[in-house]
C-alpha cells in the first residue's frame, strides 16, 4: 500500500499539535512529546496534521479506549499525500517513519460505525527535531513561572474546598450534639 496515493474525505478537525518537550539525558538528541485524547463520533472521521523537518523520526502511537468493537481505521500519508500506513478495524497501533519536510496527515476512521462514537487516545513523539526542540526548551523558561501560579492557585483552591469540607463536618456534628441535647431532654422531662 505504499504506492497508493490518498485523498481524504472532508475532514472534521485539523489541529497542528503543540508538541511537549520531554525531559531528556545529555547525549541524546531531544525529543517532542504530545498526547491527546478524543471522542471521535459515529459515522466520522477526524484528521490531524504534523509538520516535520527533514530526517526526523515521527512516531504515532494510538489506542481505541473506548466504544463498541474497540475498533477504528487508521490512515498515514506523506506530506505528498502517498499513503504510509493503512489499517482497518483495529483497537491499537504503533508507527515510526522518517520523514521527509512536510505536513504528515493521520487520520482516525469511525464511518464504518453507524451507532457507536470511539474514545481514542494517540501520542506523538518527534525525534531528531533540532532546532524545534531547542526553542521549546528555551521556552521552559518562561513557563515555569506559570506553572508556579497554577500550582499557588491549586493550593488556594484545594484548601477552600478543605475548608469547607471542614466547616460543613463541623457543621454536621453541631445538629447531631443538638438532636441529642433534645433526646435527652425529652427522655429526663416526660410531657
Same mark, same amino acid.
Given at each position: ?5 490518498? !485523498? ?5 478537525? =485539523? ?38 523537518? !527533514?530526517?526526523?523520526? !515521527? ?10 468493537? !474497540?475498533?477504528?481505521?487508521?490512515? =498515514? ?11 482497518? $478495524? ?77 466547616? $460543613? ?23
Amino acid at each position: 500500500m505504499g504506492d497508493k496515493t490518498w !485523498l481524504p474525505f472532508p475532514v472534521l478537525l =485539523l489541529a497542528a499539535l503543540p508538541p511537549v518537550l520531554l525531559p531528556g539525558a545529555a547525549g541524546f538528541t531531544p525529543s517532542l512529546d504530545s498526547d491527546f485524547t478524543f471522542t471521535l463520533p459515529a459515522g466520522q472521521k477526524e484528521c490531524f496534521y504534523q509538520p516535520m523537518p !527533514l530526517k526526523a523520526s !515521527l512516531e504515532i502511537e494510538y489506542q481505541v479506549l473506548d466504544g463498541a468493537g !474497540l475498533d477504528i481505521d487508521f490512515h =498515514l500519508a506523506s506530506p505528498e499525500g502517498k499513503t504510509l500506513v493503512f489499517e482497518q $478495524r483495529k483497537s491499537d497501533g504503533v508507527h515510526t517513519v522518517e520523514t521527509e519536510v512536510g505536513d504528515y496527515m493521520f487520520c482516525f476512521d469511525n464511518t464504518f460505525s453507524t451507532i457507536s462514537e470511539k474514545v481514542i487516545f494517540f501520542e506523538l513523539i518527534l525525534d531528531n527535531m533540532g532546532e524545534q526542540a531547542q526553542e521549546q526548551e528555551d521556552w521552559k523558561k518562561y513557563i515555569t513561572g506559570t506553572d508556579m501560579l497554577d500550582m499557588k492557585l491549586e493550593d488556594i483552591l484545594v484548601s477552600m474546598l478543605f475548608s469547607d469540607v471542614q466547616l $460543613r463536618l463541623h457543621l454536621g456534628i453541631h445538629q447531631q450534639h443538638q438532636v441529642q441535647t433534645k433526646q435527652k431532654w425529652a427522655h429526663t422531662n416526660p410531657a
